[in-house]
């Protein structure tokens, strides 16, 4: 039972690492995270490997994205849209009927059932 309190712990602490990197900790969450830091070495590595690959991330070149991207990725979303729509139609147009159809099936059962319970 104690193991499961601490791995709940742990993962409370490893989401303030966020907050850390940036400097945007609250005085009582900076401080949980130092005490947890100082009691766990392996959250400590885990912590300074977080670190480091956010500094590396940053650091990183940005690449632009082509200027035809926006308008490809439109081009894909409603071109799925206008298929889900179409699939969508052709399943809902399976399952009707024409009313033409149903007006006489519905009539004939009627005469069926009054003859089936009129017979003698």
């Given at each position: 039972m104690k193991a499961v309190s601490t791995a709940?712990?742990?993962?409370?602490?490893?989401?303030l690492f966020a907050g850390a990197v940036d400097g945007s900790l609250s005085?009582?969450?900076?401080?949980r995270l130092e005490a947890a830091l100082a009691a766990d070495a392996g959250l400590k590595a885990r912590f300074e490997r977080y670190q480091k690959t956010i500094a590396l991330l940053k650091g990183a070149p940005r690449e632009k994205a082509p200027a035809a991207l926006a308008s490809t990725i439109m081009r894909r979303v409603r071109r799925r849209r206008g298929h889900e729509r179409r699939s969508m139609g052709m399943q809902q147009a399976m399952y009707r009927v024409p009313v033409e159809v149903i007006i006489p099936l519905l009539l004939g059962v009627m005469v069926?059932?009054?003859?089936?319970?009129?017979?003698?």
């Open positions: 709940l712990q742990t993962h409370e602490v490893e989401e005085g009582s969450d900076g401080a069926a059932a009054l003859l089936f319970f009129a017979a003698p």
